[in-house]
C-alpha cells in the first residue's frame, strides 16, 4: 500500500488528538490531550516547528505522525523525538519506522549530529502516575523502560547513553517528621545547625556552596528565585552560614510540589541533616494544602537514598537512548 506523507497543518489536529487519546492514552501511562492542551503544550511551544511534525497518510486517512524538535535558542549538537504514534490497527508494518527516518533526515539537515531522549526534551510529556487520585508528573525524564515506544527505538539503532532514570512519587496529606529525624534534629541544633528559610539580609555563603556542589543549574533556579519569583526556601545553616539547600517551596495548579534540587555540603554529610533538610521540605509543602510529590533522579544519584528513606516509592524507569546521525 502506498503512503503519503504531509507536513502538519491545523486541519489536521482534531484527527490527530483523538489517535493519540484512542490509541496512546488508552492503553499508555501518558496524559491525555484536550486541543487546548496540545495546541498550548505543543503547537505553541517556542522550540516547534510544524517542518518537523510529519504526519503519515492513506488513502486520505491518517495513519499517525511523529515530531522532531530541538532548541532553538542555543546551538546544541542534538535533536529530540518526543513521540512518533501510529493507529493501533497499523501497527508493526513499518510505518513507524518510515517516519522515524524522515524525522531523522529532518534533524539531520539542521546540522543536528545526533538524537538524544531525555529529559531536556523542549516538549514536556505529562504523564499519569499509577494507582494514584489522577496525580500527573510534568514531563518524562527518558523513554519508558520495555514500553512499545522504547523497544521502537532500540529496534530502530537506538541505545542506552546515561544513568537510568528513576521516578518517584509520595502522597504528603499524612506525613509527618518520625521519631528519629526529631532526635536528628536537637542534636544537630545543639552542634549550631538549623534548618530554616533563607533570609538574604542575614545569610551567606551559597555561591560558594554551589561551587562545591558543582551545579550551575541549582545556582541559577537560586537566583532567578530570589530575583523574581521570591517562593521560600530551606537552609541548613551554621552560624548564618548556608551550607545546605533545597526548594523553592510552592505548589502546582494540580496540588503537586515542585522544587527544583536538594545538595548539602561535604563538609556536613553523615550528620542525617540531608534527610532532615528534605523531610522539613515535605512539611512545608504539606502547610501549604500540596497533596503530593513526584521527582526523578539518576540511578546511581546517592539523592535517591533520601528520597526511599522518606517515603517515596518508586513508581517508573526510564532509559536515555541516543541514536548516531
Same mark, same amino acid.
Request: hydrophobic share 35%; glycine share 6%; net charge positive.
Given at each position: 500500500?502506498?503512503?503519503?506523507?504531509?507536513?502538519?497543518? =491545523?486541519?489536521?489536529?482534531?484527527?490527530?488528538? =483523538?489517535?493519540?487519546?484512542?490509541?496512546?492514552?488508552?492503553?499508555?501511562?501518558?496524559?491525555?490531550?484536550?486541543?487546548?492542551?496540545? #495546541?498550548? +503544550?505543543?503547537?505553541?511551544?517556542? /522550540?516547534?516547528?510544524?517542518?518537523?511534525?510529519?504526519? #503519515?497518510?492513506?488513502?486520505?486517512?491518517? *495513519?499517525?505522525?511523529?515530531?522532531?524538535? &530541538?532548541?532553538?535558542?542555543?546551538?546544541?549538537?542534538?535533536?529530540?523525538?518526543?513521540?512518533?504514534?501510529?493507529?493501533?490497527? &497499523?501497527?508493526?508494518?513499518?510505518?513507524?519506522? %518510515?517516519?522515524?527516518? $524522515? !524525522?531523522? *533526515? &529532518? *534533524?539531520?539537515?539542521? @546540522? =543536528?549530529?545526533?538524537?538524544?531522549?531525555?529529559?531536556?526534551?523542549?516538549?514536556?510529556?505529562?504523564?499519569?502516575?499509577?494507582?494514584? @487520585?489522577? /496525580?500527573? /508528573?510534568?514531563?518524562?525524564?527518558?523513554?519508558?523502560?520495555?514500553?512499545?515506544?522504547?523497544?521502537?527505538?532500540?529496534?530502530?539503532? $537506538?541505545?542506552?547513553?546515561?544513568? @537510568?532514570?528513576?521516578?518517584?512519587? !509520595?502522597?504528603?496529606?499524612?506525613?509527618?517528621?518520625?521519631?528519629?529525624?526529631?532526635?536528628?534534629?536537637?542534636?544537630?541544633?545543639?552542634?549550631?545547625?538549623?534548618? +530554616?528559610? &533563607?533570609?538574604?539580609?542575614? /545569610?551567606?555563603?551559597?555561591?560558594?556552596? $554551589?561551587?562545591?556542589?558543582?551545579?550551575?543549574?541549582?545556582? +541559577?533556579?537560586?537566583?532567578?528565585?530570589?530575583?523574581?519569583?521570591?517562593?521560600?526556601?530551606?537552609?541548613?545553616? %551554621?552560624?548564618?552560614?548556608?551550607?545546605?539547600?533545597?526548594?523553592?517551596?510552592?505548589?502546582?495548579?494540580?496540588?503537586?510540589?515542585?522544587?527544583?534540587?536538594?545538595?548539602?555540603?561535604?563538609?556536613?554529610?553523615?550528620?542525617?541533616?540531608?534527610?532532615?533538610?528534605?523531610?522539613?521540605?515535605? *512539611?512545608?509543602?504539606?502547610? #501549604?494544602?500540596?497533596?503530593?510529590?513526584?521527582?526523578?533522579?539518576?540511578?546511581?544519584? %546517592?539523592?535517591?537514598?533520601?528520597?526511599?528513606?522518606?517515603?517515596?516509592?518508586?513508581?517508573?524507569?526510564?532509559?536515555?537512548?541516543?541514536?548516531?546521525?
Amino acid at each position: 500500500m502506498s503512503f503519503e506523507l504531509k507536513t502538519f497543518n =491545523k486541519l489536521m489536529l482534531d484527527d490527530i488528538i =483523538k489517535i493519540w487519546n484512542d490509541d496512546v492514552y488508552n492503553k499508555d501511562y501518558l496524559s491525555k490531550y484536550s486541543k487546548k492542551r496540545f #495546541i498550548d +503544550e505543543v503547537l505553541n511551544n517556542p /522550540h516547534f516547528k510544524k517542518e518537523g511534525f510529519k504526519v #503519515i497518510y492513506l488513502n486520505n486517512e491518517i *495513519l499517525g505522525y511523529g515530531l522532531a524538535v &530541538y532548541n532553538v535558542l542555543k546551538v546544541e549538537e542534538n535533536g529530540y523525538i518526543p513521540f512518533i504514534v501510529i493507529k493501533k490497527n &497499523y501497527q508493526r508494518l513499518g510505518y513507524g519506522t %518510515k517516519l522515524l527516518n $524522515f !524525522l531523522t *533526515l &529532518y *534533524l539531520k539537515e539542521n @546540522n =543536528k549530529k545526533y538524537i538524544r531522549q531525555l529529559f531536556f526534551d523542549p516538549i514536556n510529556l505529562k504523564w499519569n502516575i499509577k494507582n494514584t @487520585n489522577n /496525580h500527573i /508528573h510534568p514531563n518524562t525524564p527518558g523513554i519508558l523502560y520495555n514500553s512499545d515506544y522504547y523497544l521502537f527505538l532500540i529496534n530502530n539503532g $537506538f541505545y542506552i547513553d546515561g544513568d @537510568n532514570q528513576n521516578a518517584y512519587y !509520595l502522597n504528603i496529606e499524612n506525613f509527618s517528621l518520625n521519631k528519629k529525624l526529631e532526635e536528628i534534629e536537637k542534636k544537630n541544633q545543639l552542634d549550631g545547625y538549623n534548618i +530554616e528559610i &533563607y533570609n538574604k539580609n542575614i /545569610h551567606f555563603g551559597e555561591k560558594e556552596l $554551589f561551587e562545591e556542589l558543582n551545579n550551575i543549574v541549582w545556582y +541559577e533556579s537560586f537566583k532567578n528565585n530570589i530575583e523574581n519569583e521570591n517562593h521560600p526556601m530551606l537552609v541548613i545553616t %551554621k552560624k548564618n552560614q548556608i551550607l545546605g539547600w533545597t526548594g523553592p517551596i510552592y505548589t502546582k495548579s494540580d496540588n503537586r510540589g515542585y522544587f527544583a534540587g536538594i545538595g548539602v555540603s561535604k563538609k556536613i554529610r553523615n550528620k542525617g541533616l540531608g534527610t532532615l533538610l528534605f523531610n522539613k521540605l515535605i *512539611l512545608e509543602f504539606k502547610n #501549604i494544602n500540596v497533596k503530593y510529590m513526584s521527582l526523578f533522579t539518576g540511578e546511581s544519584n %546517592k539523592a535517591r537514598y533520601i528520597y526511599e528513606r522518606s517515603g517515596f516509592s518508586l513508581v517508573n524507569s526510564f532509559a536515555i537512548l541516543r541514536k548516531d546521525l
